[in-house]
């Protein structure tokens, strides 16, 4: 009867060393039905900075928190000008959270795919094609032996002739959604109860901004937020162009917004 009546702390010592047999390979399901390195990639996206991509009438905004704000950097040189936005195509851009150097290999297989969409049929490739594209790659990296999780998310922003703006997130699995608005990274869970309460769908690009910023500095370690904080940018189709054109918003165009945010979240302590 001892022997049967564990306590909680031995049964959860146990499930922890059943757990360690079966988290060192992607490609073998614990008891349980889990894939432990899978879930690792994951919660290693949660520890690195976040990222909001929201999508409003005018177009679709990203952001993200700058890690490295270093004096010393220069922001000039190849690898340093942007540290969590690309550009994948003329209409579609991505935001990362996680390994960058991870998602760097991603990201050229992205480019790739779609210029060789371009060349064979001579028209951009519908967003959601190419997404669903890059996640297979990454489901690949779950199933064979070898090979670990990407350990990187993305939120993909982009627009096209048959589905307009588009916002979408996919996760080290190569799982994959549509979304309205969305928060990848560090307190993703509190970002979303903001983005969920906060949300309209008419949003200008100046509200979708405002949002994402005050969104970040409710999720980011330091007490204010400022532009050199923050790395923002924007897609949105100009119909005089027939063109999206994506463009990121400067440390200027900012200040004002940053400046708004911090006064709110000071009048809102106060109350």
Sequence with gaps: AAALERAPGDREREREAMARR?????????????LYQVEYAMESISNSGSAIG????????????????SKLLDTGAVGCRREKMYKLDDHI???????TADANILINKARLSAQQYLFTYQESMPVEQLVRRLCDVKQGYTQFGGM???????????WDEESGYQLYHSDPSGNYAGWKAHAIGANNQQAQNILNQEYKEDFTFRDAMKLALKVLSKTMDSTS????????????????ASQVVFSYVSEEELDPLTAEVNEEGKAAKTD
Excluded: H, N, Q, W
């Design 225 to 240: 937020l400022t532009s050199d904080k923050v790395e923002m940018s924007t897609v949105k189709y100009d119909e005089g």
């Design 54 to 69: 929201i999508l409003c009438k005018e177009g679709i905004v990203l952001a993200t928190e700058k890690k490295v704000i």
């Design 22 to 34: 079966y988290d060192s390979r992607t490609t073998i399901f614990s008891p349980e039905g889990r």
């Design 93 to 99: 851009a991505v935001a990362v959270a996680g390994l």
């Design 148 to 158: 670990r999780p990407f350990g990187v998310s993305f939120l993909y922003a982009g």
